[in-house]
């Protein structure tokens, strides 16, 4: 457990590194993390390419990043709690020369290793020997004991197989085969999880470093809070907006509940809100920020080698979840507000009517849409028109749009850092902070538009986003105090804009160091689990305890990811479930007649890895929290996880809907699910805060979640009433396929075999494609049958076809074909939960106060 009286500067050390040596050990460590970030937009950026110079494959760039990873994790993480914070220690620097040799070697002797794959040499055998427990106390020093001990015992495992009791045993792996895969090949520590660190991770965390050095951070609380102070509660709801925004730009919980709670909290405080009430706003609404796209904590970008799919895919099916949990976050506040009774803050202008606000947010609305639909339409007719020449009329039009925001900017008062401590009598006027800071929007607008237009790979886009950044940091200062001229602020110089570029660098390179790290431990895990086959075992274990229920499987899996994730960061965390687990969820639901989508269940276990940093005793979110309040982080912990139920809520539910990931799922039918899942998710809040209009009877809150539920899963109510499939006999397969719809699915029960040969059933839904006739279809499927003895076969499979991408192989049987039938949609069960919803608003509406 953390110690709870740790200050927030001891909490952020812990994260980055607590040494901060001064002297040539200090101007070392900042060479160093400064040479790391230069590297990893080197290897990001088209220059090595186009000068055909330092061109790296990717086993040579996961070398040198975990290198530097490591020498920077024994420089600046100490070993012990009473080990000396002003220098580094001998042995510390051996240490981590070492550590980094073994890294590198893989770089150095890549040529000669690549000609003798699995011939290892002495030198090879004693790289590795030294190279992996230097990266357990590596680990242990950057991010605790669980993490460590964890991998520890996954190496034990593969050594001591043939010992292991009775399930667990397996033949062993030598020590020779072991240092191989885990060190010398790319199925290991260098595998996937380090390679995502490497091309994309690192490129998102160094974005979201200079975008807070430029200023945007404060920009962004501020902007928040001259938006929604004004409301009842106002502080507590901006501090989740500007969480949002800052998690737009950060994956770390405890960075955004520092950057952000320190300004937010002593607000909260003071409007009325208990110590341990605005820690836990805080950490709700900062934890979130790592499932807001479009910048998503490290697992989003893992998420797109495992699942193999685009990251503009992921971001798209984890766009409304996220938005529908900050809009129920700012609603809890809200409920707490009345509450507790708490009074809205003054405006600095005058007050205005509610229509005239009407309008204002219309015309934001309408004036933000138009510039998305000129940005959107004006460069994609620019591209063509101009040609060749594209690449710098928009890079004009670029630098053009950004001094004129900056003369928009020297236009308005510089923002100040203020004083949280100080009394807060009015609030900022919302005009002349949002016009003060627009141009930090720009690299965000150049990210996106990379990475949802262009369709750039995440780390190519980060990087151009991040050009965009170092041009401002380099040119703001001095641009700004041009463009003011009138002497009443004084920006700096170019030097200043250095000064700001090089500490970015620095801070990026510091805060993935603990991200470097734990994905390189994690690869550890992921290693023993291919090479001893312990996943299968696991499988059968997991089947066991669930006794086969998906729900129950779920249930276990969301609380194994807690229990992990009290010593393990989000990454490494999502590392060992979705590596575990994952496969058995989407296995045991296919047995179970549920199609469960991959991208459901990586989020699903995305989602309780992010709970992790929230649930007491060990949430670290929550003890930053707590640093900042002065409140007891025990029960800053336990209400920000009730704040945080919504978030637990979510993923089971679009495990079963997957409408909310807008899977298969058109533009207006996704604008309703929206709609609808963003009343259901108001009204579960209001249920589980107890409070709808008035303060809910317990038989109230029953019936709120019961209309939650009903708006979100209202096919489960549907299927009571109608059955949405028809059984038909296996035989009369291809005749189902002629009679019903192109563009359906038909349900099929299969009997096959798994990896190691025993009895398999599983689900799949057989889609139907366009055809005169059951014959047509089913040879557009690629798919041949057969009918031996009254069993229908899988005769023959074309190579490539969709049947062979549904997992359909010669001499399958299938058991059972279910069509679907006529019936009305699931959404009209929208209707009773609605009326059972205007029912209980008259209930409440009736007791309300009466002034």
């Not at 981590?96 to 090879?124: M, S």
């Not at 895969?181 to 091309?199: D, K």
């Not at 279809?777 to 069993?791: C, H, N, V, W, Y």
Request: proline share 5%.
């Amino acid at each position: 457990m953390q110690d709870k009286h740790l200050s927030t500067e001891e909490l952020i050390a812990q994260d980055v590194g607590a040494r901060l040596p001064q002297g040539s050990m200090g101007r070392l460590i900042a060479l160093l993390a400064l040479l790391w970030s230069l590297f990893q937009l080197w290897i990001a950026s088209p220059l090595p390419f186009s000068l055909g110079f330092a061109v790296f494959n990717d086993t040579e760039t996961r070398a040198i990043h975990l290198a530097f990873a490591l020498l920077l994790a024994f420089l600046v993480f100490p070993a012990f709690k009473r080990s000396p914070r002003d220098r580094v220690p001998l042995a510390d620097i051996a240490l981590g020369l070492l550590a980094c040799a073994t890294a590198a070697y893989l770089f150095i002797a890549y040529a000669e290793l690549a000609q003798r794959p699995g011939n290892l040499t002495d030198l090879d055998l004693w790289v590795a020997c030294l190279g992996l427990p230097l990266l357990l106390e590596a680990t242990r020093r950057a991010l605790g004991p669980a993490l460590t001990v964890i991998a520890a015992l996954f190496l034990l495992y593969s050594l001591l197989g043939p010992y292991m009791p009775g399930i667990l045993a397996h033949r062993g792996v030598s020590l020779t085969a072991l240092a191989n895969h885990q060190w010398i090949t790319t199925e290991g520590v260098f595998g996937i999880a380090l390679g995502v660190s490497t091309s994309f991770v690192f490129l998102f965390v160094l974005f979201g470093a200079l975008l807070e050095r430029a200023g945007a951070g404060n920009y962004f609380i501020q902007l928040a809070f001259s938006l929604l102070g004004h409301l009842r509660g106002g502080p507590a709801k901006a501090a989740v907006v500007a969480s949002g925004l800052t998690g737009l730009i950060s994956g770390s919980s405890i960075a955004n509940t520092v950057t952000t709670g320190t300004f937010t909290i002593p607000m909260m405080k003071r409007t009325g809100f208990s110590a341990e009430k605005a820690g836990a706003v805080e950490v709700a609404s900062s934890v979130n920020g790592q499932i807001m796209p479009p910048v998503m904590g490290a697992a989003a970008f893992l998420m797109v080698e495992y699942v193999g799919i685009p990251y503009v895919e992921v971001v798209k099916h984890a766009f409304l979840p996220a938005l529908i949990s900050y809009i129920a976050l700012i609603y809890i506040v809200h409920l707490e507000a009345l509450k507790l009774g708490l009074q809205a803050l003054p405006r600095s202008a005058p007050q205005q009517t509610w229509l005239r606000r009407l309008a204002g947010v219309a015309f934001g609305a309408a004036l933000l849409s138009g510039l998305s639909l000129l940005v959107y339409y004006g460069l994609g007719w620019l591209k063509p028109a101009l040609g060749e020449a594209a690449s710098w009329g928009i890079g004009s039009l670029l630098a053009l749009t950004y001094l004129a925001l900056l003369k928009v900017a020297a236009s308005h008062p510089p923002l100040q850092l203020d004083d949280p401590e100080a009394p807060l009598e009015r609030l900022p006027e919302t005009r002349a902070v949002l016009l003060s800071g627009l141009h930090f929007l720009l690299p965000v607008v150049v990210l996106v538009w990379c990475l949802m237009v262009e369709r750039l790979s995440p780390g190519l886009s980060a990087f151009w986003g991040s050009v965009m950044l170092i041009i401002i940091l380099l040119t703001q200062r001095p641009l700004l105090s041009w463009l003011r001229g009138d002497g009443g602020a004084t920006h700096g110089g170019w030097c200043d804009g250095l000064v700001d570029l090089r500490e970015g660098l620095i801070a990026g390179a510091r805060n993935m160091i603990g991200i470097g790290i734990a994905t390189a431990a994690a690869g550890i895990i992921v290693g023993a689990v291919s090479q001893t086959g312990v996943g299968l075992v696991l499988a059968d274990v997991v089947e066991l305890l669930s006794m086969g229920n998906l729900l129950l499987m779920l249930l276990l899996t969301a609380l194994f990811s807690l229990i992990l994730g009290m010593g393990l960061p989000t990454t490494a965390n999502y590392i060992v479930v979705s590596s575990l687990l994952v496969p058995v969820i989407v296995g045991l639901g296919q047995q179970n007649g549920l199609i469960v989508p991959l991208i459901a269940v990586h989020l699903f276990v995305f989602y309780f890895g992010i709970m992790a940093d929230v649930t007491p005793p060990v949430g670290l979110a929550s003890f930053a929290a707590a640093a900042v309040s002065k409140g007891d982080p025990i029960k800053t912990g336990l209400v920000a996880f009730y704040y945080s139920l919504r978030t637990a809520a979510l993923p089971f539910l679009f495990i079963f809907n997957t409408d909310l990931l807008l899977i298969d799922v058109d533009f207006w039918h996704g604008v309703l699910i929206f709609l609808v899942a963003t009343l259901a998710m108001l009204i579960f809040a209001a249920a589980t805060q107890g409070y709808f209009i008035v303060r809910s009877r317990w038989y109230e809150s029953l019936l709120l979640l019961v209309v939650a539920f009903t708006l979100f899963r209202p096919g489960f109510w549907m299927d009571r009433l109608h059955d949405p499939y028809q059984d038909i006999a296996p035989t009369a397969l291809v005749q189902a396929l002629g009679d019903v719809a192109a563009d359906s699915q038909l349900r099929l029960q299969v009997l096959g075999e798994n990896e190691v040969g025993d009895p398999r059933r599983f689900t799949l839904l057989l889609p139907v494609p366009e055809g005169a006739s059951g014959e047509e279809r089913l040879q557009a499927l690629g798919l041949q049958l057969i009918e031996e003895d009254g069993r229908l076969l899988v005769d023959n499979v074309a190579f490539g076809s969709l049947a062979a991408q549904l997992g359909l192989e010669f001499d399958q049987q299938i058991l059972a074909v279910r069509a679907p039938t006529d019936r009305w949609a699931k959404e009209w069960m929208w209707l009773p939960g609605l009326a059972l919803l205007g029912l209980l608003v008259w209930l409440q509406w009736r007791r309300r106060p009466r002034h």
